[in-house]
Nanobody, 116 residues
Framework: QVQLVESGGGLVQAGGSLRLSCAAS???????VGWYRQAPGKQRELVAT???????YYAAAVRGRFTISRDVAQITIYLQMNNLKPEDTAVYYC???????????WGQGTQVTVSS
């Protein structure tokens, strides 16, 4: 069992930046870590992922503005968000999916609000 705890959310003006962190209770080296978000009244959507080989993927809406990374121990995962837009407002969730067992873990989420 892996526990994920997100932090770093908050209120920021459009054009500003935030850095989200996701602290895992153990290494995430055995799978893919991702950030997802869910805006009010909308389905949860993928934002970005990074796998054990450091390959990254970004949703088109955030490509060029957001950067996903993780520390050497692969315990903390970051999402650097630049040039934020009001449409980025959502609860952001950290996710870890193991490659060997397909076990799927979620954090509790952190609120990001971008004012215009």
């Amino acid at each position: 069992q892996v526990q994920l705890v997100e932090s770093g959310g908050g209120l920021v003006q459009a054009g500003g930046s935030l850095r989200l962190s996701c602290a895992a209770s153990g290494s995430t080296a055995s799978g893919t870590v991702g950030w997802y978000r869910q805006a009010p009244g909308k389905q949860r959507e993928l934002v970005a992922t990074i796998n054990s080989r450091a390959y990254t993927y970004y949703a088109a809406a955030v490509r060029g503005r957001f950067t996903i990374s993780r520390d050497v121990a692969q315990i903390t995962i970051y999402l650097q968000m630049n040039n934020l837009k009001p449409e980025d407002t959502a609860v952001y969730y950290c996710n870890y999916r193991r490659t060997d067992t397909s076990a799927n873990y979620w954090g509790q989420g952190t609120q990001v609000t971008v004012s215009s």
